[in-house]
Nanobody, 120 residues
Framework: QVQLAESGGGLVQAGESLRLLCRAS????????MGWYRQTPGKERELVAE???????DYADSVKGRFTISRDNTKDTVSLQMNNLKPEDTAVYFC??????????????WGQGTQVTVSA
């Protein structure tokens, strides 16, 4: 089992910034996919940014140039710096961790979610 602890959500005005932090603990493996997704009521959960298996980063088009994902493998953390926030960024943000055993996918884990609200 992997546990994901998120922090850093909140209420901000448009144009302001927030930083989300996710710390993984438990059965951490060297090969994994880790990142952030978000969800609004009535919509499917969507990718925001993640480190993929090739150790490169995938960003949603809507956040490119505004959001930056980073990770610290020594602390098993992934952060999401969100700048120039817009009302349409309002959502519950979820940390995501996908275990891989070599090239074979293992269990997926989700954090409990943290609310980000951006007022106009």
């Amino acid at each position: 089992q992997v546990q994901l602890a998120e922090s850093g959500g909140g209420l901000v005005q448009a144009g302001e910034s927030l930083r989300l932090l996710c710390r993984a603990s438990g059965d951490i493996v060297p090969v994994n996919v880790m990142g952030w997704y978000r969800q609004t009521p009535g919509k499917e959960r969507e990718l925001v940014a993640e480190f993929n298996l090739q150790y490169s980063i995938d960003y949603a088009d809507s956040v490119k140039g505004r959001f930056t994902i980073s990770r610290d493998n020594t602390k098993d953390t992934v952060s999401l710096q969100m700048n120039n926030l817009k009302p349409e960024d309002t959502a519950v943000y979820f940390c995501y961790y996908h275990t891989y055993y070599g090239i074979h996918p293992g269990p997926e884990y989700w954090g409990q979610g943290t609310q980000v609200t951006v007022s106009a």
